[in-house]
């Protein structure tokens, strides 16, 4: 995404960049192209106005559209810095109160049509891929299943590769809530550790999830490559859960900052170890058996010192 080139924009413009820096999901997408044609109409010399830091990817509950009410709320500039009036640098005056909220009035109703598209191209995306089985679904096919046009995909995503890349990132964020889940259910941390591993997992048994999830191992290097930070950050969401477990594990032990085990160190080598058992099943389109599942699980308890 563009930086942030004026800072001046935040004054007409405050409460959609605040909305967008508190959304998650792929209607991230959404939102950028709305304020991108939204500025390139008004004032086309502000083309660049998104910061790169304020686009975060993807939790599950928000994509399936519960922050659609959020984000209008801050379009209408609920709290948004620089929501009141002022002056435009070309002299204008900036609207503010109920004068601002009508114009912002349209601009949230777009929001709402936008958030609909995207989640009709993901939906279909999902649905192609478990049909057909395919790794590397055309955009095509998922615009004759989403019944959308060339202009409405493009309108949200630049460009395939950049829809499969938000759509991992969904997957993982979906995970990391269910994982949550299961380790809230555990008594101990190593029934924490055990419980966030198992539910790893237990998503190649799972026919769904594993459809869902093998057209990413095949393309996972090069988007990658195209998408480092949306790749990490969504890895990250996976492995957040985990992290909090061991530092907590850490800091109840009363050990020396200096002697502490490393919680992201050690969730990270967690996550890798289990991550690599996932996709190895994945591509064999088999699933690990409670035998192999217990030995990775006791493996890492007596890496971390909790077997």
């Not at 975060?56 to 709290?79: D, L, W, Y």
Request: glycine letters at 10%.
């Amino acid at each position: 995404m563009p930086a942030l080139r004026d800072g001046r924009v935040r004054e007409e413009f405050g409460g959609e960049l605040d909305a967008l820096a508190a959304d998650t999901g792929p209607q991230g997408f959404a939102l950028h192209a709305r304020l991108r044609d939204a500025v390139r109409n008004k004032h086309h010399k502000y083309e660049n106005v998104v910061p790169e830091s304020s686009v975060r990817r993807s939790g599950p509950e928000e994509f399936r559209g519960g922050n659609c009410g959020r984000a209008g709320a801050g379009m209408r500039g609920e709290g948004a810095e620089g929501a009141g009036g002022g002056e435009r640098p070309d002299g204008a005056r900036v609207p503010e109160g109920l004068v601002r909220e009508a114009v912002q009035r349209p601009l949230a109703a777009r929001w709402a049509v936008y958030a609909e598209e995207v989640q009709r191209l993901v939906d279909a995306t999902y649905r192609v891929v478990e049909r057909t089985g395919s790794l590397d679904p055309t955009v095509r096919e998922i615009l004759r299943e989403s019944g959308l046009s060339n202009q409405a995909f493009y309108r949200h995503f630049r460009s395939k590769d950049e829809l499969l890349v938000a759509l991992l990132d969904d997957g993982r964020r979906r995970m990391a809530d269910y994982l949550r889940h299961r380790i809230a259910a555990a008594r101990d941390p190593a029934g924490r550790v055990r419980a966030w591993i198992e539910g790893v997992l237990a998503q190649a048994g799972d026919p769904v999830a594993a459809a869902r999830t093998r057209p990413f191992l095949a393309h996972q290097d090069r988007l990658a490559e195209q998408f480092p930070t949306e790749q990490r950050n969504s890895a990250e969401a996976m492995i957040g859960p985990l992290r909090e477990v061991l530092a907590e594990v850490y800091a109840s032990a009363g050990a020396a900052d200096a002697g502490r085990p490393d919680a992201d160190a050690d969730a990270l080598t967690v996550y890798r170890l289990t991550v690599a058992c996932l996709h190895d099943h994945l591509r064999a389109r088999t699933a690990p058996g409670p035998e192999e599942t217990a030995r990775v699980v006791e493996f890492a308890l007596r890496g971390l010192g909790l077997g």
